[in-house]
């Protein structure tokens, strides 16, 4: 079976009512908005960028604000930290002292040797008795 060309059909007519046309611009009105030179684009679109730019420049000056005052907290509580930590290291000293000083006493006890503060007692006593044997013999 052999084609027929086509027939072209006909337009249809749209239901739709046409939309109210705007008052045309003057060539005059159209030059007026449209920027003339590289320098007026540039400004132009910079003007509109303005409230972005601010929005993100009060944004950057917040977020600073919020991370100074984080940071001083922190060091804060670092600094806190520390000193718990250096007065707890010198309560662990001084236990740790006196447990190293018991177990050295003891241990000189059983091996039956005098402590420091032992022998500096019996240097006392011999003092004391050299010096009531010293008044006895000048009695005599």
Request: net charge positive; no cysteine.
């Amino acid at each position: 079976m052999a084609r027929t060309p086509a027939t072209p059909r006909p337009a249809r007519k749209s239901s739709k009512k046409p939309a109210a046309a705007a008052k045309p611009a003057t060539f005059v009105e159209t030059l007026k908005e449209v920027p003339q030179t590289a320098e007026a684009r540039v400004k132009a679109i910079l003007d509109r960028g303005k409230p972005a730019i601010e929005r993100a420049q009060a944004m950057v000056n917040e977020t600073q604000k919020n991370l100074t005052k984080q940071g001083k907290a922190i060091q804060k509580d670092l600094a806190h930290r520390v000193a718990d930590i250096g007065t707890r290291v010198d309560k662990e000293r001084k236990t740790l002292g006196r447990k190293v000083e018991s177990a050295v006493k003891t241990t000189l006890a059983s091996l039956n040797i005098p402590t420091r503060s032992e022998i500096n007692l019996l240097a006392r006593r011999v003092e004391e008795l050299s010096v009531k044997i010293d008044s006895l013999k000048r009695r005599r």
